[in-house]
Nanobody, 123 residues
C-alpha cells in the first residue's frame, strides 16, 4: 500500500485546510483503518484522528476534537482531514497511515505511512 498525502500549506490562525490521502497499489482500501498523525519540530509524533474501515466510527485527540473532522471515501481510496479553527500549535508535518486493527491511536498499530504534508499556521 502506498499512501500519498496532500493539501498542506500556510494558513492564518482561525483558517481552514483540508488534507487528503490517497492509497494506491494492492490497497483494498476499505480493509484498513485510516489515521492521521502529526509531528512538530522537536516533538514526538502524535495521534490526531482515526476512522474505521467503513467510516462508521471516528476517534480524535482531545487537542483537535470539535475542530477537525476525519472522513473517507472508499470508492476513491481516499481519507480526508478537514481542519477548521486552526491554531499556531497545529503547525506540524501531517502524516496519514493505514492500520489493520481498531482501535488505532498508537503509531505502532499502523502498517503503512505516507510521506507527510506540511501545515503551517501563522498567528
Amino acid at each position: 500500500v502506498q499512501l500519498q498525502a496532500s493539501g498542506g500549506g500556510l494558513v492564518e490562525a482561525g483558517g481552514s485546510l483540508r488534507l487528503s490521502c490517497t492509497a494506491s497499489g494492492r490497497s483494498y482500501f476499505s480493509s484498513y483503518v485510516m489515521g492521521w498523525f502529526r509531528q512538530a519540530p522537536g516533538k514526538e509524533r502524535e495521534f490526531v484522528a482515526a476512522i474505521t474501515f467503513s467510516g462508521g466510527s471516528t476517534y480524535y485527540a482531545d487537542s483537535v476534537k470539535g475542530r477537525f473532522t476525519i472522513s473517507r471515501d472508499n470508492a476513491k481510496n481516499t481519507v480526508y482531514l478537514q481542519m477548521n479553527s486552526l491554531k499556531p500549535e497545529d503547525t506540524a508535518v501531517y502524516y496519514c497511515a493505514a492500520s489493520r486493527s481498531w482501535p488505532a491511536q498508537r503509531s505502532k498499530s499502523y502498517d503503512y505511512w505516507g510521506q507527510g504534508t506540511q501545515v503551517t499556521v501563522s498567528s
